[in-house]
């Protein structure tokens, strides 16, 4: 079972924060950077085909699950 807190953290709105050493948006536009330089990499190596549409797939997927992994660390706001 959850607890209100994990449920609040896990659906409430966390705003992104721009200054200070624990800064989630500089954290997203790397992350942004990192993979969309890996796909480059991915698309050029990779043949046509079901693998690579797999494979961009499961990149989309882990690129979505980082950023919530970064954005759960900002402060939730109040709506």
Do not use: C
Not at 21 to 44: G, I, V
Not at 49 to 71: P, Q
Request: no cysteine.
């Amino acid at each position: 079972m959850l607890s209100e807190n994990e449920i609040e953290s896990r659906f409430g709105f966390h705003k992104a924060t721009i200054e200070g050493r624990d800064a989630t948006k500089p954290k997203h536009a790397e992350l942004r950077q990192a993979y969309k330089e890996f796909a480059k990499y991915l698309n050029d190596v990779l043949p046509p085909g079901r693998y690579k549409v797999l494979a961009f797939a499961d990149l989309e997927a882990a690129s979505m699950w980082s950023h919530k992994a970064i954005a759960e660390t900002a402060p939730i706001a109040k709506e």
